[in-house]
């Protein structure tokens, strides 16, 4: 059947490779076996960071340069990641998961579902409470919305009770997940989302 | 529901249209052993996904990249139970301009906006993928009152 797909998108900054820093421990605790795909647009930064990061074999972490607006290679035409997601299910026939993390773009950012099997979109409170009421497609249709850096909000003046009511309010029933990432915080929330809903454990 | 009595699928078994599948169907239907799982369009192109049946079962779908659901899929034919898929109407939001050049302008924020279109005579039919709202508010953003006509339609 082939690994599990897994978007994660999100403005610049946000804290996606964080979020993935933070789910790889707690994947492999559980015993699934994951690769990483990330994109940015003409670099392997946020690549280089995870295999230096010590937290998976670095020959599971791919990048893929986008070398333009990065929603053009996960929506318009996917085909670089979905030929390096192909890639990776052959070179590790054990792979249950595949984490594809966009660069970083803008509210209107979205996957396609020919790439992702689900995906979620990755906003932080430093961004402006104001974010979930601009109803950017990111924030409407993705499956999960995760609101992450939690412990910035009284910092920079956001009323978090009111941007996570406004969150649920504009999503129809679907899931948001507040986060601090670099606390841990949520981080098992989300694992545990995608092995219910996407690996189907 | 526990893991243990959710419904596996890991293929699909075949079409409704197909007469054979067609006549057993009718026959469990009598029984009322048909279930059905309704998704929106856009949930088809999935090929992983938990769902529920009119029934209330669990259903985990878990089916290759290289097949597709689509409305009329069978994705189990048992003695005593059947699972269809129905996919629910497309919603579109169709939009005529009052001017050619208002027509270009819209051609060019649809664009802009990354909705997915087909055109119809000089009609833009945008496909609706949560509410109506969130593409009307944005033609009230760009346009003035009377620059554009618009209407919803489900199909």
């Known amino acids: 059947m082939g690994a599990a797909r897994v978007g994660i998108g999100g403005p610049v900054g946000s804290g996606k490779t964080a979020l993935i820093e933070q789910m790889l421990p707690a994947f492999k605790s559980i015993d699934i076996s994951i690769a990483v795909i990330t994109n940015d647009l003409v670099t392997a930064e946020d690549a280089d960071r995870i295999r230096r990061s010590g937290l998976i074999d670095p020959e599971r972490v791919v990048a893929v340069e986008a070398g333009a607006c990065p929603h053009t290679v996960i929506r318009e035409d996917p085909t670089l990641n979905i030929t390096a997601a192909d890639e990776l299910e052959i070179k590790f026939p054990d792979l249950d998961l595949i984490l594809i993390e966009s660069g970083g773009d803008n509210l209107a950012s979205t996957f396609s579902l020919d790439l992702v099997d689900w995906w979620m979109f990755v906003i932080d409170v430093a961004g402006g409470d104001d974010i979930p009421r601009k109803r950017g497609p990111g924030c409407l249709q993705s499956d999960l919305l995760v609101i992450n850096k939690q412990d910035l909000a009284p910092y920079v003046g956001v009323d978090l009770d009111r941007m996570l009511l406004e969150s649920k309010e504009s999503r129809s029933g679907k899931p948001v997940i507040v986060t601090n990432c670099r606390a841990q915080m949520g981080i098992n929330k989300i694992v545990d989302l995608i092995v219910e809903e996407v690996l189907l454990l | ?155």
């Open chain 2, 1 to 155: 529901m526990s893991v243990d009595r959710m419904k596996r699928i890991s293929s699909i078994f075949g079409h409704v249209s197909d007469a054979r599948i067609s006549k057993l169907l009718h026959e469990l239907d009598h029984q009322n052993l048909v279930e059905t799982i309704t998704l929106l369009p856009e949930d088809l192109k999935r090929h992983r996904l938990k769902v529920k049946t009119d029934k209330d079962h669990q259903v985990a779908i878990s089916i290759p990249r290289n097949i597709a659901l689509e409305d009329g899929s069978v994705l189990c034919l048992e003695t005593d139970r059947a699972i269809i898929i129905c996919a629910s109407k497309q919603k579109w939001l169709v939009i005529t301009a009052s001017t050619p050049a208002l027509a270009i302008q819209l051609g060019y924020h649809a664009g802009n906006l990354h909705w997915k279109v087909r055109f119809q005579g000089a009609e833009l039919h945008v496909v609706v993928v949560s509410c109506y709202k969130d593409y009307t508010d944005r033609l009230h953003d760009l346009f003035k009152p009377g620059d554009l006509l618009w209407r919803k339609m489900e199909e």
